[in-house]
């Protein structure tokens, strides 16, 4: 009897988030997981509360992830907390058995960090650190035992093309992101042997609630997405399920010879130069 893959993922909580789209993903190959959040619907960002209104959270994303075939629990707590993050994994095992894959996706709201370094109170650049980079250190922390002793194991923590390349006022989030790729690459030298492997995923501009910091209901989002879009090579914002598809493929056995990678995915980056882009379809589906 083949025993079923199970996968702990954090941050799931929003309805169009990266953390559900992962989850989806995962579920959908067979994979039980495990959904959490810090609070059911997630921490919505300043002013996008919206968003979520008539969404169930991560009890509703286990409804879907079930009606759908798939195997699935959710647990809340804090990522920043040691005894959180020690008993997510511990409910996680206990539950299934055991744990392949931790996906470490829980990410601070952003609102009074975006700002000026003289302008941002020490305890917000503190909290923004404490999920987005002790976060992931306490999740792998705990699950890396559970790990060892399977012999085998996939850890994938979300980080940003911030943690790469920085962002103008965003001192914290860039800071805490490329920490995460600083942890991702000594992780990947302590549990090679082990056979288990840590990369990190760098999304540019992906299309969810965090890609808005004031947005209100009145605003379009489509339409200023699609501007944005122009300004990428490949012509289009991220979508979550393009970061759950790199997902899982890092949490597959195949990735088995990949770790200790920060791979971007942001559809060729930013261009600041105007890019050229094809003339629409005609009726026949034809270029012109």
Known sequence: MTVQR???????????GMGQAIARRLAAQGTAVVVTDLQATGVPNRQQEHRSAGWGGVEALVADLTAAGGTAAAVLGDVAVEADAQRMVDEAVQRFGRLDVLVNNAAA???PDRADVADIPVEVFDRVVAV???????MSR???PVMRTQRSGRI???SS??????????GPYSASKAGVIGLTRALAMDLGPWGITVNALCPGLVGTSRAFLSSGPDVDEAAL???RGRAIPVGRVGLPEDVAAA?????????????????????GGMSPFPLRHPEPLAADGQGR
Request: with cysteine.
């Open 247 to 267: 997902v899982a493929f890092l949490a597959s056995p195949e990735a088995g010879y990949v770790t200790g990678q920060a791979i971007p995915i942001d559809g």
């Open 109 to 111: 709201p952003q609102g």
């Open 156 to 158: 994938v923590n979300i």
């Open 6 to 16: 199970v996968a702990l993922v954090t941050g799931c909580g929003k309805p169009d």
């Open 132 to 138: 987005n980079l002790r976060g992931p250190w306490l």
């Open 161 to 170: 093309m911030a943690g790469l390349t920085a962002a103008p006022f965003s």
């Open 142 to 144: 705990a699950a890396v």
């Open 225 to 227: 997405m699609a501007q």
